[in-house]
């Protein structure tokens, strides 16, 4: 994981590419394949992409913008999720509930076709589709995840308040997402992740 | 003024179009020229559109999502400023500081060409131009207003915190922002307002 990081407190210019690159950025961090360990339920197919192309082997990457840290302030950014595929389920990113867990988040879609995998400690669940110019408002108390279901990357752009943090290990301790997004033909489709033990409510408090 | 609100509370898809149509929106408000009276320096050409076109011109139209009313919901949505000359002084929107104060706004250029112009009551002052691509982290603290320096439409995706609300006096009671955006030659530069009396600490605290 790459980090680079300095705080800025007057109107920044961004420019933001469709490849996710972003001009103006002060932070930026990669997920590389070694670093997935247990995401995937098909292990030996983790196992195999990762002795084929090396633990390095980028599968996502955000750059963003965080200007300052008060209360009111935005962090702004791209996440470039390559596409990817182990045995039947599409290349996802870690996904998150934000550590402060009514913060809501905008994901926009800039390039490439994917889902917003997205589900709640009280067994709410839902998928949406992004293709470019579709965006989806990922309210508060909903787990979300990236999946790549195309053949590009998947490059969305994002804002959140600054102060929301992410908690990674809602989903790792339930055994994962409660759904898996595969391939369905031509398509995708969601199905029950069958190590999903249940999300525990004090980790979604 | 056209208003129509619903509150939803799932994540809900949204297609963002570069003409600024927003499927998804809960909320549409339109500013229509006849709503501008001592927004523009030159009031003869203000009222010469007026008696041209109509007090029912459109000047500007917003389209938003705001899915829920808590502490960490966004307001999601587009701006879209229409083309226009009042002398050298190119459209803009009234402008706003947030009510609550710290609140920042990504501005993301989607199609046209504008200007962000921002300042705070501290004397900072700043000009960003916006294309498609290029985007602003507007911090807390600072006006800001679109102006439109372009020929087309210019429009944004805007996102903020729902609970930010507007504060569109402060322009107002200090006789408009301490600059204008006017003409030169092909391009656009900044002069002073010679209106302008400053503003109140009050309004901004």
């Known amino acids: 994981m790459t980090h680079h990081t300095q705080i800025v407190d007057e109107p920044t210019l961004l420019e933001i590419a469709a490849s996710g690159a972003l001009e103006g950025s002060t932070r930026r961090y990669e997920k590389h394949i070694g670093e997935m360990a247990g995401v995937y339920l098909d292990d030996a197919a983790w196992r195999a992409t990762l002795a084929e192309n090396g633990a390095d082997h980028l599968v996502y990457s955000v750059n963003e913008q965080k200007y300052q840290e008060g209360p009111g302030a935005l962090t702004i950014g791209t996440s470039t999720l390559l596409p990817g ?40 669940c839902s998928a949406v589709e992004l293709t470019p110019g579709k965006a989806v408002n990922v309210p508060g108390q909903w787990i979300h995840r990236s999946v790549n279901v195309g053949d590009e990357p998947f490059v969305t752009l994002f804002c959140y308040a600054a102060d929301a943090g992410q908690n990674y290990g809602i989903i790792g301790d339930a055994g994962g997402m409660k759904h898996l997004v595969v391939s369905d033909g031509d398509g995708w489709t969601t199905i029950p992740n069958p190590r999903h033990r249940g999300y525990t409510r004090e980790a979604a408090a």
């Open 85 to 124: 595929r182990y045995g039947s389920e599409f290349a996802v990113t870690r996904g998150h509930l934000h550590q402060i867990s009514d913060r809501a988040e905008l994901y926009y879609c800039l390039s490439g076709k994917g889902v917003m995998l997205l589900e709640t400690a009280d067994g709410d």
